[in-house]
């Protein structure tokens, strides 16, 4: 059973969220043949000031 681990930051649509893990289901499917009923995406969501870059969170940052 194949286990996807996808961080992201905070802010996109329940239909981007979908999405991708629909794409990233059918890649890992075409990668290495695994039936789709048994690939698992997760996705974490991180709050913008849980992520920094160069000291700065990306809150701080604007991005």
Known sequence: MP???IN????RSDEKKEDLINKVTLAINEAIDAPVESIRVI???MP???YGIAG???KKLGK
């Open 3 to 5: 286990i996807a681990t």
């Open 8 to 11: 992201i930051m905070e802010g």
């Open 43 to 45: 996705l974490n969501e």
């Open 48 to 50: 913008k000031q849980h």
């Open 56 to 58: 700065k969170s990306i």
